[in-house]
């Protein structure tokens, strides 16, 4: 620990005098980005294929800290090095990810059902064809015809 008495700005974001941390809301946080962007499959791909090198990738996180400090807050980015050092938080963030993408799907599904319900035009029905003779014109005979010319 620093004996100087001096505590660099953010360093209570990144310390954790006591050793246990509660990582379940930022994995919360990081769950709702990641679902809100859409990267649910990939995310889940790549969390699940660095869980055996956990370690490996925190000692490469804390070792290109310099260059992605420029990029990303530090408080933050400590914490995600900290979290992913143990591969039960790795299992634990996975866990987070799907139950946010299952809220999610549900909350979709909820949404256009209330769509359904209120009337609500889908996409596609813009498309259909309708059934109305605008296009039509009777003729003297009392048969209807397209608009187009025959050249008679």
Do not use: C
Request: glycine share 8%; net charge negative.
């Amino acid at each position: 620990m620093n004996t100087s008495g001096h505590t660099p700005p953010g360093i209570e974001d990144i310390i954790d005098l006591e050793g246990d941390e509660d990582y379940n809301g930022f994995m919360q946080s990081i769950a709702r980005e990641i679902v809100q962007r859409q990267l649910t499959v990939p995310a889940i791909i790549f969390l699940e294929s660095i869980k055996p090198l956990s370690f490996l990738g925190n000692q490469l996180l804390i070792f290109a800290n310099p260059v992605v400090s420029l990029v990303v807050r530090t408080g933050n980015y400590y914490k995600f090095v900290r979290m992913i050092e143990d591969r039960e938080n790795l299992e634990k963030l996975t866990v987070a990810i799907e139950e946010e993408n299952a809220r999610e799907v549900q909350r979709r599904k909820e949404l256009k059902e209330t769509r359904r319900r209120e009337g609500g035009r889908s996409f596609l029905s813009w498309f259909r064809r309708r059934s109305d003779n605008r296009n039509k014109e009777v003729d003297g005979g009392g048969q209807q015809r397209d608009h187009q010319n025959n050249g008679d």
